[in-house]
């Protein structure tokens, strides 16, 4: 069962800009999480974001979480070429397996 | 440095042929997890467990299997692998709870069936 959606499902953006990404969930969470994957690759956890947290930052990364929207976002400020990767949201509802979205997939031109 | 190692990076299997996947972690986690990553569908779990013997039904895991006989160790099996199933696997692990719990991944196989 897909819970997290991400938007858009790609984005295209010059390096040097922010890219923001989206996720949209349906029921109550503890923990709301993203993660990162190279093509061909396996995911890397990047953030968690607890469900009575708002806002948290990591390097250039900065997550939101609005639960009375159902909604996270992540910012990647100063994008570089080396960003270029699929981002994908998590949503932790605490009994049960994680539960991934679909992914981003973002593009960073040099 | 933790690590999550699967055993094949690429694997071409025929219709009809038993598949194994395995999958080791050497970080002493409890939890392991069997996903299948399809473009346009994302990550869908197939088999899951929370300890050594211990299964539990993903999402979607018909025609598959999986078995857990070391805390390290998870296998996922293909009784009768068919085309469907061309996919590119993924293997996770975490620690179990109480807390926030990541997943740590392996490099993923991408197998082809003939």
């Known amino acids: 069962s897909q819970q997290g959606e991400e938007d858009p499902q790609a984005l295209s953006i010059q390096e040097g800009e922010n890219a923001t990404m989206n996720c949209s969930y349906k029921?109550?969470?503890?923990?709301l999480q993203w993660y990162r994957q190279n093509s061909g690759r396996g995911l890397v956890h990047l953030i968690l974001?607890?469900?009575?947290?708002r806002e948290k930052h990591s390097g250039r990364l900065r997550v939101t979480l609005d639960t009375s929207k159902k909604s996270s976002s992540l910012l990647i400020t100063a994008s570089r070429a080396a960003d270029t990767a699929s981002y994908f949201c998590?949503?932790?509802?605490?009994?049960?397996?994680?539960?991934f979205g679909k992914g981003t997939r973002l593009s960073v031109i040099a | 440095d933790v690590k999550v190692t699967q055993s094949s990076r690429y694997l071409v299997k025929r219709t009809g042929e038993k598949v194994f996947l395995e999958c080791v972690q050497d970080m002493d986690h409890e939890n392991m997890f069997w996903y299948r990553q399809d473009p346009g569908l994302g990550l869908r779990l197939i088999y899951f467990?929370?300890?050594?013997?211990?299964?539990e039904k993903g999402d979607i895991p018909e025609g598959y299997s999986v078995s857990r006989e070391k805390k390290e160790r998870f296998s996922l099996i293909l009784e009768s692998a068919s085309t469907n199933q061309t996919s590119m696997y993924l293997c996770?692990?975490?620690?179990?709870?109480?807390?926030?719990?990541?997943?740590?991944f392996g490099p993923g196989t991408r197998l082809t069936v003939l």
């Open positions: 467990s929370y300890d050594v013997k211990m299964k």
């Open positions: 029921t109550s969470i503890n923990n």
């Open positions: 974001i607890r469900s009575n947290e």
């Open positions: 998590a949503t932790d509802s605490g009994n049960t397996p994680l539960v």
């Open positions: 996770a692990s975490s620690p179990r709870g109480p807390g926030d719990n990541e997943q740590f």
